[in-house]
């Protein structure tokens, strides 16, 4: 048999609590808040001493009314059943059944407590306070020896250990029973009254605070999962976790009750709840749903941005169009316009006070003047326009040459035309003859020309460049030809020497120094062409021609290469014939002093009649003739049937007259006089002389020989006569010829 309590209960096999009332006095001490985490003043608490809400009849329970600030200050509230008690004391004694409560200055009024005396023999009891959670321990009193002891639950027995596990708020009763021994040691049964555990709230359910209550839209907002332990409890930690409609917000759990949202947005607006929960014991509980309202702030002051600055563009570029807001909140649909055109450049909704849109690669086309707008369900907001201007690099120049011919000689004035048909003005054209430059000019628009003389070194390519300080550019290449005309030949011969053997090979050249290829040239021997020759890449050009006795005469060459025949200056070459014996030569030299004698003789009686027929002309100096290209022509053997050129006046001419009549191999034979006239020098590319010079009268000098049989001094025709040898010119009276 155990001891007795002092009340004289029987204490049966349920163990006392271990926590005396001390303990719990210092335990509340130290953990207890200063202030419930709601802001709300903290409910006071009452604590049992014995801890038992069922007692025996005539027992006493001290009741002690504390708070989270203990120990309690100023004047304690006392309630019975409702009614005002006259005591101020933190503790008072009680032996009634009944439900006290109480309060503090610093408190709000505490939960009812019921606690019972009762007059039974078997009674059930149950400590106070209990919270959820908690393992309770109870114990079935009897007021005599009792064995045989059950506890049941909801009238059902349980189990013979009377601790429960983790109680709950709920209304499970619960009773025991045991067999007391009463008169005569006899036993008998008896049956507790049915008991209610009184199980507090471990915590309240939370409640969500918004902070701010109704949030600006894209501010930050901080939730709050509100809740507080007791007192007796502040010990437990307690943790959270917060959802938007059934999405947690967070990884759960956190230790900190509160959530902080960097920025809400209108479409954040949904409910939110929280949930807390305590660690060691495991309870859960959580808030209600709350609809979180957010405010959308419209957009305003919208302006457009470009770059580059100022709207200035090159073409081919990219154009980055800004478009800003100076207020709005939540998501801001964002478009772009160039004005005349019906549909957006582009859109683009995002939340952010500013947009960009790029448009890479500009044309001519997208200049105009553009604009742009914000909307965030409050209606478009437009900016002002702003212009956006391009400038065009130049195209590549078409170049163009014109000239007054098909073909360009030396002399003409060409023309050079350079344009690019796109580029932003003013336009400075360059023009360039073999990369060198030959002059410029800058034109607000159309095209650039510039003129120049041609000379023979303006043969070769051509081209224009075009520049308007956004890039060069280069025209195709156009090759010019300039057809050289011919310069007068050199007319040469070699072997070189004012004679020559009859027989031997001369060879004829001719070059004109200047003059476009392909060059003809013609050789000619007293105006009869010899033959012709071409040099197709230019130079000169030779001819062989094997000499007779009759080649003695005058020798010139031409160059034509279609833009009119050039002649060389004259030649003179005189053919020796075969050498002879000496009886030929004796005969040559009679043959020459007899004809000699009959020169002079002709020779004085023209002179005297010269002299009777102009008596007061003077004889002219004796001269030796000059040949030019200008004196000579082809003869062609009929003379000019134009009837509208008239023929040329004959002109005074100088009467030569051979001179040296000491040879004796000379014989003085002919005086030859030869009337030049106009002639149709168009049929042959042979006749280019013009008549300037008075025309000459020649006397031939021939040689004698022995052998000649005839008296013929020559072979051939008058025109091939024989070899001329030296002459002298003779002054006469030229009146007969004016006549």
Known sequence: MGNKPSFGETDLLCPQPQFPMLLWLLLLLILAPGRDQSGVTPKAFLLLNPPWSTNFHKDKVTLTCSDSLSPAQGDIYWYYNENLLNKKSEEIQIDKTGYYKCKTQRSSLSD?????????????????????????????QAREKAKEI??????????????LKSVSRNNDTYHCTALIQGFLWTWKKEISKHLTIQVQELFPPPMLIASPSSPIEGSPVTLKCETWLPPQRSHIQLQFCFFREDKALQKCWSSSPELKLPTLWSEDAESYWCQAESVTPSIRKRSLRSQLYVQRIPVSDVTLEIQPPEGQLIEGENLILICSVAKGTGTVTFSWHREGTVRSLGTKTQRSLSAVLQILTVKESDAGRYYCAADNIHGPILSKLIRVTLRIPVSSPVFTLTSPRMQAMVGDVVELHCESQRGSPPILYRFYHENVTLGSSSVPSGRAGFKFSLTAEHSGNYS??????????????????VTVPVSHPVFTFSPAGPQAVAGDVLELHCEAQKGSPPILYWFYYKNVTLGSREAPFGGGASFNLTLMAEHSGNFSCGADNGLGVQHSEMVILSIIGPPSNKTTLITEGVTAGLLSILGLAATAALVHYFRTQRNSERLSTTRTPSYSPREFKEPSGTSNTNPQEPPDPVEPQPVYNNVNPGDSDLVYSQIWSIQHTKENSANSPRKHWEDKEPTVIYSDLKKAYPDDSTGQASIGDSDLEDAVENYENVPCILSALDR
Do not use: M, W
């Open 112 to 140: 009812p407590i019921r606690v019972d005396f009762s007059f039974d023999k078997l009674i059930l009891q149950a400590p106070h306070p209990v919270f959820e959670g908690d393992d309770v321990v109870l114990r079935c």
């Open 150 to 163: 059950s506890l049941y639950r909801n009238k059902t027995l349980i189990q013979s250990d009377f601790t």
């Open 464 to 481: 224009c460049e075009a520049d308007n300080s956004l890039g060069v550019q280069r025209s195709d290449r156009v090759i010019l030809s």
